[in-house]
Each structure stands twice: as C-alpha cells, then as structure tokens.
C-alpha cells in the first residue's frame, strides 16, 4: 500500500495530506496551474522532510533546471516521464518515478517501480485500467488518472496496484486541494488496500 497526493500548493494541503498518513507527496515543476518556484516548494515542504517522501513532478525538463530543481529542493523522489530518464544525468542515490503513459505490451522492460497515467497529467482524464492490471502484475505500479475517493476503491479493486495517486481529484478548484478530500481520498484507499490484503490471507 502506498499513496501520494501530488500538486501541493498551500500548507493547508501538506498538512492534511500529513494527517492523513499518506506516503509521498508531490511538488510540481511542470507547466501545471500546480506549479511552483523552487523557494515555494522548498517552503511548503518544510514541514513534511522526514515524515513523507517529498516527490519533484517534472515533464521533459532541462538538464539545466533539473539541476535547479535537486539542488535547490532536494527531493526524495524524482517523477518524471519515463523518456526523460533515458537523456538526463542524475546522481546515482536518487530515488525514481519513471512515468509511462502507455505500454509496449508483455515483452516491454519496465522499471522495477512506475506510475501509469492518462494521456496529459493533472487533467483528471483515466489510464486504461485494464492495460494497468496486466503491466501490476509485472512491477510495483502506482496507477494515476481520474480518481477521487468515490472511485479509488473501484480502482484498486481492479487494478491491484502497489500504489495510488491522486491530483485534481482531491480539489475545491484547479490548483487547490481540499484538505477534507485529501483525507476522503486516503482513507478510501487504505480500506480497499486492506480489504484485499484481507482476501490474500483468507484464500
């Protein structure tokens, strides 16, 4: 089980997120109405460095502003688009969300962890939960896209992932979570994880 709330943008939301005893939390650094200066996020932050895993959300960034980002951030995870791992120089402790957005079917490598989204990120749209499935069965997966606390059940249900995680789903308006739905959102997750863990150690 594992579960991250990503696009923090007021202590209003990290706070609720800690309270909620989520895994990670994201940070973006992408084209977002989520997104953040490097002091922002260094800010918001604060209060969470050794109690979650603080998540850099980045898409095909430079090197240059990568570098900006680690040094100046300093998160614990990097998320980023799977390509982009392939081009850019990272230092070798860094822990890693590679994120694919499609899959190249049963022969394909995959990480030994990944996030699998919808098409655009943030934008609320579903992955292909059927595809999700398949690609948990090989890697610990944290499926994205389109949930809330009315469909993560559902989610983790068909899915099986090792992880979920939630952005617009948990917001008053774009860009702003709601520290009641972050906490909705959480709890549902953890009690579908724990129903299946339930399942695994009744058969």
Known sequence: MWIKICGMTTPEAVAAALAARVDAIGFVFADSPRQLTLEDALALAAPARGRVRCVAVTRHPSQRYLDDVL???????????ADDLRVLKLPKQLELLPVFRAW?????????????????????????????????RRTQLVVAGGLD???????IGAVRPFGVDVSSGVEERPGVKSPAEVVRFAAAARGAFDMIQQEQQSA
Do not use: K, Y
């Not at 394909?108 to 292909?128: H, K, N, Y």
């Not at 606390?149 to 989610?155: D, S």
């Open 71 to 81: 040094a100046v951030f300093r998160p614990d995870v990097l998320q980023t688009d």
């Open 104 to 136: 190249e079917g049963p022969h394909a490598r995959l990480p030994p962890r990944l996030l699998f989204e919808g098409p655009t990120s943030g934008s609320g749209v579903p992955c292909d939960w059927t595809i999700a499935q398949r690609m948990a």
């Open 149 to 155: 606390a009315a469909n993560v059940a559902t989610a």
